[in-house]
Nanobody
């Protein structure tokens, strides 16, 4: 069983930056991890994913070039650095971990989820 706790969300203005963290209670060093987000009235959508080693990453087109996913396996933590934030980035952000090493963009491929952290970007 893995428990995930996200932190780092908040209220910022357009153009600002935030860095989200997701700390895992169990070992996740051999597992693919990802970030998803869900805005009010919308379905949960993929944001970014990273392989177990951190050597492979994948991003949604909507955030490519602005967000960076990374991980520190020694700390069982994955990060999402968000730059040049836009109002349309407003959502609850969730981290998730797979039972496998590779990365995946489908939410149903992840086995454990955090409780989410709110990111609000004002214009």
């Amino acid at each position: 069983q893995v428990q995930l706790v996200e932190s780092g969300g908040g209220l910022v203005q357009a153009g600002d930056s935030l860095k989200l963290s997701c700390a895992a209670s169990g070992r996740t060093s051999k597992n693919g991890m990802g970030w998803f987000r869900q805005a009010p009235g919308k379905e949960r959508e993929f944001v970014a994913a990273i392989s177990w080693s951190g050597g492979t990453t994948y991003y949604a087109d909507s955030i490519k070039g602005r967000f960076t996913i990374s991980r520190d396996n020694a700390k069982n933590t994955v990060y999402l650095q968000m730059n040049s934030l836009k109002p349309e980035d407003t959502a609850v952000y969730y981290c998730a971990v797979r039972s496998f090493a590779g990365l995946l963009t489908r939410a149903n491929g992840y086995d454990y989820w955090g409780q989410g952290t709110q990111v609000t970007v004002s214009s």
